[in-house]
């Protein structure tokens, strides 16, 4: 393995690990990307834009020059039952001038020209990069504009620089607590709220379902296919789910403390973690009924996909797996998920994966597996060839890169079409893959 | 509905900007640093920027966009990035091993005042290795902007002017495709011109498929060329707003006179290209050429009924904007709206002259437009077709109007980046887009009885 490892920074050797030899502190994660690398992350307006957007019928106004706004118009792919508000592109698109003497006054029009056509009960405005280093003080903007208007103007402050996605979801989660803090109940209702999906291709209908067949309410989507006069009914839940803990987790350890809201982390993805999650909602719940319904629930829905897996596991088997996602509770469900459809993972990565996420994924993983923190595409292509991968599953940026290498690639993130959450999630995650993998275009490479 | 809150009326708007037809600068400086072969796009601001024009970029040419990123913190933005831009020119040749980097700026990086000229005088380089950048701020422009300003840092930093011509044609194409850049380079050796083309992304954003994934793939201006583009004898600004800058430039640092001209989209478009290398090179226009310009007025012909007095929509950046109307013109067809993001009066006036030419009257042009602005326009006054990028899809579905994706970005199509819009072939491939979108939709909506073979 040294071969491959000559042309990568000094700098980035930590936070690549063998799962043979990771002793001593293990991987170095959750830090700056190294200047100069051509890092697959975000930005932290990013990370805060993708987790607010999927609000329907709020009005999202990104307060800089117009690319951060035309960058993330409609980027996150999710899907409404109501409101289509949100895949609107709202910008000040700051020019020279307002550089010069401050977005402020400008800022305060957007909004009025909002609030004189339409009435929205919440407006989300996003401070990008150039924001505060221009002195625009929009916490102040936003005050006069909520006074002025009697709706919420909820500023997010999300800097580019501040540091990288996760940081973003965090000014997001703010940006939640704020608006549901007024609505703080001690009177809790029989029902739960859905945090971290964000309804890509329908999913959150997927787990609402799942919830409804063992008999549990939802309060609120937090935040796909979720709405201003649904999302503020939060606090009065007696129980938050947090599918993608990187992003989610703040916002359900701050609606813990402070409305008594306990939470557990669950993952739909594969069967073995869907039924795990559906299993521990039950008994966190502790009612009776619910934890029957969800044994009957989950053990008729695996059974029906074993017939199912069994039929495509001879296409599958053997087959080699690499993994670049964002955050830690993706990749390791993905693990889970090849491993029932007998594929190895041997290359595995987040962009921001915590230090106990890597845990678990060296803890899932072969002795020979790499394990990646926040790579480039340099280093994926190394190790993918080394590896022999014969699948990657990630997202946008990383397509083209596995084309090139012949390698065939599944999109597990905002361009997905078909839902790969849950037991239906299952079967189309299993059909990607196979049809990727066993398609006839590879034979012309 | 998405555009449920597009009103007929049109309000006046000073300050909010909705469904924007443009984005900023440095993505336009990365797709021009992407056409130097072997070179390193590097944005310098937060990493954010970077990643998102190279997702930009991949979901519309489907290809890797490489490019590096200063990834400024909160530190950098008080004391400066020079300790980072220096620290990542050190990484990207110690690792990526380019040999030129293209630096271009941030909003960010702009507003706190970082002097790149001074960082990179003062950073060591190593030998036979070259820095450059463009000043390319966010808030000023679009990225058509951004890009002729990335191809203007290339010739202010490099190109050098002997005292010996060369001979050869200095051809800057505006912001284009891959596939238009390739059927520039067909027309001029067709016409037997020698010559050099900065920049040109043909072999890096659609490189073939070989099974090893190329981190600088064989295509791009070498670098030598852009060095000699200074001892051309005349330069050829195709695309008159976004490259008359760069033409300029390469005018005041060598003396290489320069003509602009609009992009050879349509058939006069394509005849001023060739006749303007035709009277470089003292050639007769090529067999080949004349036998593509008669096949297009063959077509033309053919089409013709199909076409007259539609009305079309189109939007997008403002020299193919301007491309796209003038096929559309000589077509017998209506512009009705020509739109674009980009601000910049030269449009405006460009697009009046135009339509002057052909005498048609009740147009609206505008830069600094949006596809709210756009929507409202055909909601007050509908259309038959519309040509542009792929956001104005929803408007194509609210108003069930037929579209016809042409420009940038095109996300949600695939091949359009390795075909050409461009001269004659580009012509009638462009004809046989807008036809079958009007006919296939006539198949489809008309009535039973009024449906035949042939309509």
């Known amino acids: ?445 | 509905m998405m555009l449920d809150l597009t009103t007929k009326e049109i309000k006046k708007r000073s300050a909010l900007r909705v469904n924007p037809l443009k984005t900023c600068q440095p993505v336009g400086a990365m797709y021009a640093a992407l056409g130097v072969h072997r070179c390193m796009p590097h944005s310098h601001g937060s990493q954010g920027c970077c990643s998102f024009h190279r997702m930009y970029l991949t979901r519309h040419f489907k290809e890797p966009a490489i490019a590096s990123s200063s990834s400024f913190t909160e530190g950098a933005s008080v004391f400066g990035g020079g300790s980072n831009i220096k620290t990542s020119v050190k990484n990207i040749f110690d690792i990526y091993n380019p040999d030129i980097i293209a630096v271009h700026t941030t909003c960010l990086s702009e507003t706190i005042g970082d002097d790149l000229n001074s960082y990179i005088h003062d950073m060591v380089i190593p030998t036979g290795k070259i820095v450059v950048h463009a000043s390319t701020p966010s808030y000023v422009g679009s990225h058509i902007t951004g890009y002729g300003n990335m191809v203007s840092g290339f010739i202010k930093y490099l190109a050098k002017k002997s005292g010996v011509s060369n001979g050869k044609l200095a051809i800057l194409p505006g912001f284009v495709n891959p596939g238009d850049m390739r059927e520039m380079k067909m027309i001029l050796s067709l016409m037997d011109a020698d010559f050099i083309m900065l920049p040109d992304t043909s072999g890096v954003l659609d490189a073939p498929m070989t099974g090893a994934y190329e981190m600088y793939p064989s295509g791009g201006t070498k670098i030598s060329d852009i060095v000699s583009i200074g001892d051309c004898k005349l330069t050829l600004a195709i695309g008159e707003l976004a490259m008359e800058n760069a033409g300029n430039e390469l005018k005041r640092k060598c003396g290489v006179m320069y003509k602009t001209l609009p992009l050879p989209i349509g058939i006069e478009a394509t005849d001023a290209f060739i006749m303007a290398i035709s009277e470089s090179t003292q050639s007769n226009v090529a067999h080949e050429l004349e036998e593509q310009r008669g096949q297009l007025v063959d077509i033309m012909l053919d089409s013709h009924p199909y076409f007259s007095n539609k009305s079309v929509a189109i939007y997008g950046d403002p020299d193919s904007v301007l491309g796209l109307s003038t096929l559309c013109l000589e077509l017998g067809m209506i512009p009705k709206y020509m739109l674009t993001g980009t601000t910049g009066e030269a449009f405006n006036t460009k697009a009046q002259e135009l339509l002057a030419k052909f005498g048609i009257e009740d147009c609206v042009a505008k830069s600094s437009s949006d596809l709210f602005e756009l929507h409202q326009l055909i909601k007050t006054n509908s259309v038959d077709l519309m040509i542009g990028g792929t956001h104005g899809k929803f408007i194509a579905r609210a108003e069930d109007i037929p579209l016809v994706r042409a420009g940038f970005p095109i996300i949600d199509r695939y091949v359009h980046s390795y075909m050409p819009l461009i001269g004659y072939k580009g012509a009638m491939r462009l004809i046989e887009l807008m036809l079958n979108a009007l006919m296939d939709r006539q198949d489809r909506d008309c009535e039973d009885e009024d449906m035949e073979m042939v309509m």
């Open chain 1, 1 to 445: 393995m040294t071969g491959i490892n000559s042309n990568i920074l000094a700098d980035r050797k930590k936070s690549i690990v063998y799962k043979s030899g990771c002793k001593g502190d293990g991987i170095t994660c959750d830090t700056e990307s190294v200047t100069g690398s051509v890092s697959q992350r975000a930005c932290v307006f990013c990370g805060a834009r993708v987790v607010l957007n999927p609000i329907t019928d709020a009005f999202h106004i990104v307060h800089g020059p117009i690319g951060c706004a035309s960058y993330t118009w409609d980027i996150r792919g999710s899907l409404s039952s109501g409101d289509e508000l949100y895949r609107n592109s709202f910008s000040t698109d700051l020019s020279e001038t307002d550089i010069v003497f401050g977005g402020e006054k400008k800022l305060a029009a957007a909004i009025d020209e909002v609030m004189k056509h339409y009435s929205p009960n919440v407006i989300f405005v996003y401070a990008t990069c150039i924001v505060g280093v221009i002195g625009d003080d929009i916490n102040a903007v936003c005050k006069t504009a909520e006074q002025k208007h009697n709706i919420r103007v909820i500023p997010v402050l999300s800097p580019g620089f501040a540091g990288h996605k996760s940081m973003g979801y965090k000014a997001a989660c703010n940006a939640i607590m704020s608006l549901v803090s007024p609505y703080k109940s001690e009177q809790k209702v029989d029902g739960i709220n859905i945090l971290g999906d964000f309804n890509l291709a329908g999913e959150m209908w997927i787990i609402q379902n799942y919830l409804k067949q063992i008999g549990v309410n939802v309060v609120s989507r937090i935040t796909g296919d979720a709405s201003f006069d649904n999302i503020i009914k939060a606090p009065t839940a007696n129980l938050n789910i947090v599918q993608c803990a990187g992003s989610m987790t703040y916002l359900a350890k701050r609606m813990e403390e402070e409305m008594d809201i306990p939470f557990i982390k669950v993952s739909f993805f594969g069967i073995e973690d869907t039924t795990d999650s559906i299993m521990r909602i039950a008994y966190a719940l502790g009612n009776d009924a619910c934890i029957r319904k969800a044994k009957e629930f989950t053990k008729q829905q695996s059974s029906k996909l074993k017939t199912f897996l069994d039929k495509y596991k001879p296409n599958l088997e053997g087959k080699k797996a690499a993994i670049f996602v964002g955050g830690g509770f993706k990749a390791i469900s993905l693990i889970r998920q090849f491993k029932e459809l007998k594929i190895e993972t041997v290359v595995v990565g987040t962009q921001t994966g915590k230090k106990e996420d890597y845990e678990i994924i060296k803890s899932l993983v072969n002795e020979n597996t790499i394990v990646l923190d926040d790579t480039n595409p340099s280093e994926l292509e190394q190790f993918m060839l080394a590896m022999s991968a014969d699948i990657l599953v990630g997202g946008v940026k990383e397509r083209p890169l596995a084309y090139k290498l012949g390698i065939a690639f599944c999109d597990h993130n905002h361009e997905r079409k078909q839902p790969l959450l849950g037991y239906e999630g299952v079967i189309n995650f299993t059909k990607e893959i196979n049809l990727t993998i066993n398609s006839p275009v590879w034979r012309y490479t």
